[in-house]
């Protein structure tokens, strides 16, 4: 074989090898790229199913707080004369609920409210609980016994701040149950507000060592 032909084999057997080298290159960079990728996926697949409660519970309470906003706002309106039959209703269950808790005492409202309790009051005199008409008062009822050891407060106020506790849920709460509230449009709200408006919750305890039972503050002796 003559020098040429010898050099002409050579270099035809190196590229080859050149080219099965470059081609075993390209496949281990594209199967460490596929193994990477494949990583990264996994890696935010666990990202987005560990976060997914919290923002779940995030969602959530966002739509409550706006849901009590709108619920506050209504009832600051209702409250405020915008619904007279309705508040009138809502004053008469709440100051009979406040009656029924402390016993004789007397029972509280602002004074533009007394005139609501106008049927009440003979029920609410033979039991020996006064109404009080009160100028500082804010809207709702408020009801101490007799020996000043009970006291409740069925305000407004109040009354939006259980509804606020009830209706932002903890994150533990969305992991456990993972529930989507069943209504998402303003006119949920009206749920709040039926509930603030209702009449006070009876105590679960009534005993001087409560020192606030829900709605109701007893006063040590």
């Known amino acids: 074989m003559s020098v040429e032909a010898l050099v002409a084999a050579i270099e035809a057997e190196a590229s080859v090898e050149a080219e099965r080298v470059l081609a075993d290159a390209e496949a281990a960079a594209a199967a460490r790229v596929a193994d990477a990728e494949a990583s990264a996926d996994a890696r935010v697949a666990a990202a987005l199913a560990e976060a997914e409660p919290a923002i779940l519970g995030a969602e959530v309470r966002a739509l409550n707080a706006a849901r009590l906003a709108l619920a506050e706002l209504r009832v600051t309106r209702i409250s405020g004369g915008a619904d007279p039959g309705r508040w009138a209703g809502a004053i008469e269950r709440l100051a009979a609920e406040t009656a029924s808790l ?35 008062m804010p809207p709702g009822v408020r009801g101490r016994s007799a020996d000043g050891r009970l006291h409740v407060d069925a305000t407004i106020r109040v009354r939006l701040a259980r509804a606020r506790a009830s209706l932002l849920p903890d994150v533990a709460a969305i992991v456990r149950e993972a529930e989507t509230p069943e209504a998402e449009t303003p006119e949920a709200a009206a749920g709040p507000v039926d509930a603030i408006l209702r009449e006070a919750e009876t105590p679960e305890a009534e005993m001087p060592e409560a020192a606030a039972v829900g709605p109701v503050a007893v006063a040590p002796r």
Request: proline share 6%; with cysteine.
């Open 102 to 136: 402390t016993g004789p005492g007397e029972v509280r409202v602002r004074a533009c409210d007394a005139r609501h309790l106008d049927d009440l009051r003979p029920m609410l005199e033979e039991q020996g609980i006064a109404v009080v008409a009160d100028e500082t």
